[in-house]
Each structure stands twice: as C-alpha cells, then as structure tokens.
Nanobody, 139 residues
Framework: QAQLVESGGGSVQAGGSLSLSCSTS????????MGWFRQAEGKEREAVAG????????????YYADAVKGRFTISRDSANKTLSLQMNSLQPEDSAMYYC????????????????????????????WGQGIQVNVPS
C-alpha cells in the first residue's frame, strides 16, 4: 500500500508561516492530481488546496478555499515525489489536522470542474492519503 508521509506541522504564532511537505513512494506519474485537506476538531474534512497537471507538466487548474486564498500555495516536486503546502499569515482558525492526497479517480473533465468549483474537490476523488499532521495557531 502506498505510503504518504506529511511533515512540517507544529505550533506557530498568529501571523507566522509553516511549510507542509508530503513525501511518498508512489510513482511519479500519479503526481497529476493532488490536494491538501484539513479537519478541525468537531468539523468535517474540507478541501484547502488542489491542483491538476497535464502529462507535459503544465498546470491545468489549481483550487484554493476562500479562507486561504492569497495565503497558502500548493506545489509539487515530481522529481522528488513531494507535494508541498506553503502557509503564510496563519490564523487561529487555520488550526487543524492537515492531510495530503495524491492521484484521483474520475474523468479529467469532472476533476477540473471540481477544482474550479467554490467548494473544491471532494475527498472521495482522491486515491491515496497521508495520516495527517497537526497545525496549531494559538489565539
């Protein structure tokens, strides 16, 4: 079974930054549809950021939840098989368990439509998940 390992979480003061990484043993060709989700205590898991690439490496579409637009950036390093999430200007409401997800089921058309929707992709389209890493931003 594929293993995804998140790192880079922890506790940071409001206004600070953290960079999450997700490394994996998955083959590089699966790094075409990826995402980051988060789940705060007592709340449902929600999409934070997502991205789809064409096979030539060009980015097709990226998604960011309204709450993180302009503060978070999702990126990939396919050579090193790593997915990253740069988080700046962190706020207490960003406190949650963060999960990386790699490779998707579904048609290219449906997935790009999901990435372009206000709510972003559902967790059900992703095939491989990390175990999660905690991010705390004390109020």
């Amino acid at each position: 079974q594929a293993q995804l390992v998140e790192s880079g979480g922890g506790s940071v003061q409001a206004g600070g930054s953290l960079s999450l990484s997700c490394s994996t043993s998955l083959p590089a060709y699966k790094f075409w549809c990826m995402g980051w989700f988060r789940q705060a205590e007592g709340k449902e898991r929600e999409a934070v950021a997502g991205i789809i690439y064409l096979s030539d490496g060009s980015r097709v579409i990226s998604y960011y939840a309204d709450a993180v637009k302009g503060r978070f950036t999702i990126s990939r390093d396919s050579a090193n098989k790593t997915l990253s999430l740069q988080m700046n200007s962190l706020q207490p409401e960003d406190s949650a368990m963060y999960y990386c997800a790699i490779d998707c089921r579904g048609s290219f058309q449906s997935l790009t439509a999901a990435m372009g929707s206000p709510q972003g992709p559902s967790s059900g389209v992703f095939l491989n998940w990390g175990q999660g890493i905690q991010v705390n931003v004390p109020s």
